[in-house]
């Protein structure tokens, strides 16, 4: 690898770009220090009770949520999410929209012995497909930005679906980067270490009554859920703020901090907007080298909040992203399986446009000393 020094005044001020965990802001961690007399006490007494409640509505107010939606949390982050709806929200039968490593992981997670074999519509990675209602679903599954590629897919209901069919939004690099309308789904989950620049290990959803009814419905019925699966026992909590077991303190307290600074740029519109404007600014650059190029070649499916950028064979990107990582720009690899010659730049909301214009900076640098 060339020995290369990018000079500091073409550095960002932060260079966490990763896709998650992500920049934590400093002020985060001042909240941590100004709460630290939750940290280290009971989740079951009214300070942790009320911290969860705090999230909540906070969830509840940025996401718009209609009348008789629920914010339900649970251990595990978005990977036991996926197991969760296959045991408690699934009926007979899931249809998937799989465009890359995680949509694909939860059509993995739909693949057991008590549901029929998921409808999958399968895309290369870079592209996408569409999901169009099949007579049997019960549950439609797709990830609003799908953190692997760097494509993302809007939250819409599919037309002609059954009105009982839930649509469920894997929405873990999505959520609070990219605005929708919340009608337009049953469950939108996420864990908070991207977006929220919290850390992992939660599960956030955000579900409708229907949703709601389909968890009561499966725990109703013969099924074997194990309790840690159970989605009627993570609302049951969710309700009393609480959770089946223990939750991480900071983690809670990380992305209410995250929640509150966002409300106070102008919410989930204005972050859709910086987080637009600042992979704008990637995707323009890539447009204007010959040698790199946005890897989503269709502008209207390409991500604002995870921006993928192949560069020309004749570069060899594991030596960019090593002199970025030894120069303090961290994360920028692409996706491991993906095994791309690319670049990955996560633009989640906490990332300032000024640190991605240093970025380019950086990487302008490091291209033309290669
Ligand atoms: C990061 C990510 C996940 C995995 O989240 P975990 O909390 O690590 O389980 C799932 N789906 C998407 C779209 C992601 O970006």
């Given at each position: 690898m060339p020995d290369i020094t990018i000079p500091a005044d073409l550095l960002p001020s932060d260079g966490r770009f990763g896709s998650g965990p992500s920049k934590i802001r400093s002020s985060q961690l001042e909240h941590l220090i100004a709460n630290q007399a939750i940290l280290g006490t009971s989740h079951r007494q009214a300070p942790v009770k009320d911290l969860v409640a705090r999230v909540q509505r906070h969830l509840h107010e940025l996401f718009g949520l209609p009348e008789g939606y629920e914010v339900v949390l649970g251990n595990g982050g978005s990977t036991a999410f996926w197991d969760v709806a296959a045991a408690s929200l699934a009926r007979n039968r899931s249809a998937h929209l799989s465009f890359g490593e995680f949509g694909q992981k939860c059509v993995a997670a739909h693949t057991t012995p008590w549901l029929r074999q998921p409808h999958v519509v399968l895309s290369a990675p870079g592209t996408r497909g569409t999901l169009e209602a099949i007579a049997d679903a019960d549950v439609y599954a797709w990830p609003h930005n799908e953190t692997s590629t760097g494509v993302s897919a809007p939250v819409v209901r599919v037309p002609g679906a059954a009105p009982d069919a839930l649509m469920v939004v894997d929405a873990t690099s999505a959520a609070g980067g990219i605005d929708f309308d919340a009608r337009e789904m049953d469950v939108y989950y996420f864990?908070?270490?991207?977006?929220?620049?919290?850390?992992?290990?939660?599960?956030?959803?955000?579900?409708?009554?229907?949703?709601?009814?389909?968890?009561?419905?499966?725990?109703?019925?013969?099924?074997?859920?194990?309790?840690?699966?159970?989605?009627?026992?993570?609302?049951?909590?969710?309700?009393?703020?609480?959770?089946?077991?223990?939750?991480?303190?900071?983690?809670?307290?990380?992305?209410?901090?995250?929640?509150?600074?966002?409300?106070?740029?102008?919410?989930?519109?204005?972050?859709?907007?910086?987080?637009?404007?600042?992979?704008?600014?990637?995707?323009?650059?890539?447009?204007?080298?010959?040698?790199?190029t946005p890897f989503v070649t269709n502008p209207e499916h390409r991500s604002p909040v995870v921006a993928t950028l192949d560069l020309d064979d004749s570069i060899d990107a594991t030596a960019v992203t090593s002199i970025l990582r030894a120069n303090g720009i961290l994360d920028t690899e692409p996706y491991r399986k993906l095994g791309r010659n690319q670049v990955r730049v996560a633009t989640f909301v906490g990332v300032d446009h000024a640190d991605v214009e240093k970025l380019i900076a950086s990487l302008d640098y490091v291209l033309e000393r290669l």
């Amino acid at each position: 690898m060339p020995d290369i020094t990018i000079p500091a005044d073409l550095l960002p001020s932060d260079g966490r770009f990763g896709s998650g965990p992500s920049k934590i802001r400093s002020s985060q961690l001042e909240h941590l220090i100004a709460n630290q007399a939750i940290l280290g006490t009971s989740h079951r007494q009214a300070p942790v009770k009320d911290l969860v409640a705090r999230v909540q509505r906070h969830l509840h107010e940025l996401f718009g949520l209609p009348e008789g939606y629920e914010v339900v949390l649970g251990n595990g982050g978005s990977t036991a999410f996926w197991d969760v709806a296959a045991a408690s929200l699934a009926r007979n039968r899931s249809a998937h929209l799989s465009f890359g490593e995680f949509g694909q992981k939860c059509v993995a997670a739909h693949t057991t012995p008590w549901l029929r074999q998921p409808h999958v519509v399968l895309s290369a990675p870079g592209t996408r497909g569409t999901l169009e209602a099949i007579a049997d679903a019960d549950v439609y599954a797709w990830p609003h930005n799908e953190t692997s590629t760097g494509v993302s897919a809007p939250v819409v209901r599919v037309p002609g679906a059954a009105p009982d069919a839930l649509m469920v939004v894997d929405a873990t690099s999505a959520a609070g980067g990219i605005d929708f309308d919340a009608r337009e789904m049953d469950v939108y989950y996420f864990a908070p270490q991207k977006n929220f620049a919290s850390d992992g290990g939660l599960w956030w959803a955000l579900m409708s009554p229907a949703a709601i009814a389909r968890a009561e419905e499966i725990a109703a019925t013969d099924r074997y859920i194990p309790e840690f699966l159970s989605l009627k026992t993570a609302i049951d909590n969710s309700r009393l703020h609480q959770t089946l077991n223990t939750p991480a303190l900071a983690t809670l307290l990380l992305m209410e901090s995250q929640l509150e600074w966002m409300m106070s740029r102008g919410g989930l519109g204005a972050a859709a907007e910086h987080t637009a404007q600042s992979s704008g600014l990637l995707y323009s650059w890539a447009e204007s080298r010959s040698d790199v190029t946005p890897f989503v070649t269709n502008p209207e499916h390409r991500s604002p909040v995870v921006a993928t950028l192949d560069l020309d064979d004749s570069i060899d990107a594991t030596a960019v992203t090593s002199i970025l990582r030894a120069n303090g720009i961290l994360d920028t690899e692409p996706y491991r399986k993906l095994g791309r010659n690319q670049v990955r730049v996560a633009t989640f909301v906490g990332v300032d446009h000024a640190d991605v214009e240093k970025l380019i900076a950086s990487l302008d640098y490091v291209l033309e000393r290669l």
